[in-house]
């Protein structure tokens, strides 16, 4: 079945640093492919998506490129800021059915 | 406008009681999703309603678990029987459009 790896946490960095999160995922045909994130005492809210290969997702700074040829969507900024503190969660929903594959978290900590 | 709600924010309730979690999606959104959040996992699909469709039921974990939604709207979650290991967060999501879905705040469910 579809399924989300993603690099496990937490991740601390300071301030301006660069972020990677990795995420792999495994899939019949093509997934739709998203970054979620969570801010301390929120709900989840989309951050950004790609639905075809080769799609890049971006928003806040954030960016994330659909590659099918190594089946990942990995989550990258240039310089995190300690606004992003928040935990960030790969996902995809498949083609033909309604649910999605959320991975397991990734709790990022930025500190000034 | 209001985003997804849920009540209660926490259950705490004894092994073998029953717990009704309610949740209020965004006003004209036709989807609803049931998630659950175990600690240190991810985000697990339960079910899925779409207007008037039959539910997706393929999450659900046991058939102590049943949700319903009315008249399109507000949805309940059940577990009947409570086990320890059916504490998590309960989330709720709604949307619109199949690619983005807005969260609620979660129930945090304890079994003792």
């Known amino acids: 079945g579809n399924s989300v790896t993603q690099m496990e946490g937490p991740v601390t960095l300071s301030e301006e640093a660069f972020l990677t999160i990795n995420c792999t995922y495994t899939a019949t045909g093509y997934p739709s492919l998203f970054w979620y994130v969570q801010y301390p005492g929120e709900g989840l809210q989309l951050l950004l998506k790609?639905?075809?290969?080769?799609d890049k997702g971006s928003n806040k700074g954030f960016e994330a490129t659909y590659r099918k040829e190594t089946t990942s969507f990995h989550l990258e900024k240039g310089s995190v800021q300690v606004s992003d503190s928040a935990v960030y969660f790969c996902a995809l929903r498949g083609r033909n059915n309604n649910d999605m594959r959320f991975g397991a978290g990734t709790r990022l900590t930025v500190k000034p | 406008g209001a985003g997804v709600s849920q009540s209660p924010s926490n259950k705490v309730t004894e092994k073998g009681k029953d717990v009704e979690l309610r949740c209020d999606p965004i006003?004209?959104?036709?989807?609803l999703y049931w998630y659950r959040q175990s600690l240190g996992q991810g985000l697990e699909f339960l079910i899925y309603?779409?207007?008037?469709?039959?539910?997706?039921k393929s999450g659900l974990p046991s058939d102590r678990f049943s949700a319903e939604r009315t008249g399109g709207s507000v949805s309940t979650l059940t577990i009947q029987r409570t086990q320890q290991e059916d504490s998590a967060v309960y989330l709720c999501a709604s949307s619109a459009r199949p690619d983005t879905q807005y969260f609620g705040p979660g129930t945090r469910l304890t079994v003792l």
């Open positions: 309603f779409q207007g008037n469709s039959a539910p997706d």
């Open positions: 790609a639905t075809k290969a080769d």
């Open positions: 006003s004209g959104h036709t989807a």
